[in-house]
């Protein structure tokens, strides 16, 4: 019915043109005083030509109506099967359609390869740039320097940051599940910060958890570092961190600076650093967002909840309900 309307609306010109001329018609019939039954039949005669035209113009705009919608699923090929054009301005469009066709799949290839380009480069930097800082680290076990070597901890940090956010999307990442033991995943995670909790003099409470998770020990691993790096960074010297289990849950606590109530809905969007962020001048809003992006991928989830002056509480759900489901 609402293609029958359509229809209308687009033949209206037309149709009142034949009204027009059939009352015309009509009148003139009238004032030569031709019978009525004369003018009637005319006017029936006229109608059923007219609906029969109409039924067939009709027909086949339903009919040109559904091949549109048809490729509209298939406007993602590099050629789209178009219908013949019936007149010269359905031509043009099929010249101007082809046109446009050929400039998107040209420019969908050329970013594509520079998004290759740009990926390979990055992905030789981070792996180039560890050499510098193997040595820089074997240069501070003979003179060791903290602050220094707190620092380098950092650009570790980032450069794993850079390896993750290439690797999320990549075409060659892939994703191995098995039990995994939490305990020692977060043992591991805890020394490689270890000299960040000793210079900023960060008490740890550590509850051993005795948890088996079905994930990718890699990619969880990754997920800890960022949430345990986020904590140090904004846990003020003297603080504490807390890592406990609740049920199929890994919490994280601090008692930092926490954060401000109307940035907690947004904290795992790309790019987006809130009030603390803006006051630290250094945070990149890309460690929460990668986190949300792999907890995804893990079939896992994660939740933040803070108060301002009192801290935060991050909490890792590692059920995998969500695949169950799905």
């Not at 995670?189 to 740890?204: E, G, M, P, T, V």
């Amino acid at each position: 019915m609402k293609l029958l309307w359509l229809y209308f609306r687009r033949q209206y010109k037309i149709l009142l043109l034949l009204l027009g001329m059939a009352g015309i018609f009509a009148a003139v019939f009238r004032l030569y005083q031709l019978p009525l039954e004369a003018v009637l039949y005319a006017v029936i005669l006229c109608g059923i030509w007219g609906g029969l035209l109409f039924l067939v113009s009709f027909l086949s705009f339903l009919r040109r109506h559904r091949e549109l919608q048809w490729l509209l699923t298939q406007t993602k090929e590099k050629v789209l099967p178009l219908p013949p054009p019936r007149g010269t301005l359905e031509a043009d469009y099929h010249a101007l359609i082809d046109a446009l066709v050929r400039d998107r799949v040209n420019l969908s290839a050329e970013n594509s390869r520079r998004f290759w380009d740009m990926t390979d480069y990055y992905t030789l930097w981070a792996h180039q740039i560890k050499t510098p800082i193997a040595a820089m680290r074997l240069l501070l076990q003979e003179q060791p320097f903290p602050e220094i070597e707190a620092e380098l901890l950092k650009v570790e940090q980032y450069v794993e940051m850079v390896l993750g956010y290439l690797r999320l999307d990549s075409s060659s990442t892939d994703y191995l599940f098995r039990n995994c033991p939490l305990d020692p995943l977060l043992r591991q995670a805890i020394r490689k910060f270890a000299r960040l909790f000793i210079l900023r003099k960060i008490s740890l409470d550590f509850q051993e958890t005795g948890k088996t998770v079905l994930t990718d020990e890699k990619w969880l691993s990754f997920v800890v570092e960022q949430v345990l790096s986020n904590a140090l960074k904004y846990t003020p010297t003297g603080g504490r961190i807390r890592i406990y289990g609740d049920g199929d849950t890994l919490v994280i606590a601090d008692n930092g600076i926490g954060i401000q109530e109307e940035d907690l809905p947004r904290v795992f969007e790309k790019g987006y650093t809130g009030f603390n962020g803006r006051e630290d001048k250094k945070s990149t809003g890309i460690g929460l967002y990668l986190c949300r992006q792999v907890v995804d991928r893990l079939r896992h989830d994660i939740s933040i909840s803070s108060r301002p002056g009192q801290g935060t509480l991050v909490r890792l759900d590692l059920s995998r309900k969500r695949s169950l489901a799905e």
